[in-house]
């Protein structure tokens, strides 16, 4: 029994770790579906252990809990970008984070859960659609 518990030591992997390989992914095929984009599409580097001075700094300029991980500062349909947290399967967003969805929501952009990587192509699919009547 320990034999086994040893060998699989070390194979899961933490959510933070899964969602982050995640946002990799979408990231990589979004720069090679939309290159001209690209720049557009963006990571908020809002987590992460800091010390106590580094992280009042990052705060005095402007860090935000709750910020989703993705923004795409694109206009379509009416929103002003698109925001996209990632989750696992089984993953919940923070108190923070649904405060600040609400107010994101409420300023008029577009907020989405990512909880895999098909859903992301077809979220970002459906929003950079050109409308018809354009």
């Not at 899961?12 to 995640?22: G, N």
């Not at 557009?40 to 935000?64: D, H, Q, Y």
Request: with cysteine; aromatic share 8%.
């Amino acid at each position: 029994m320990m034999l086994i518990a040893r060998s699989n030591k070390g194979t899961r992997q933490k959510p933070a770790h899964i969602e982050s390989e995640m946002q990799r992914s979408c990231k990589r095929w979004f720069d090679l579906q939309y290159p001209k984009l690209s720049s557009m599409l963006f990571a908020v580097p809002n987590g992460g252990a800091r010390n106590a001075r580094e992280a009042a700094i990052m705060k005095a300029e402007g860090v935000t809990p709750g910020v989703a991980d993705l923004l795409l500062l694109v206009q379509r349909h009416g929103y002003g970008c698109l925001c996209m947290e990632f989750k696992t399967l089984t993953g919940r967003q923070s108190i923070s984070q649904k405060q600040w969805q609400a107010a994101t929501e409420a300023a008029g952009n577009k907020y989405v859960v990512i909880r895999s990587f098909g859903q992301f192509v077809n979220e970002i699919n459906e929003y950079l659609k050109i409308p018809e009547n354009t």
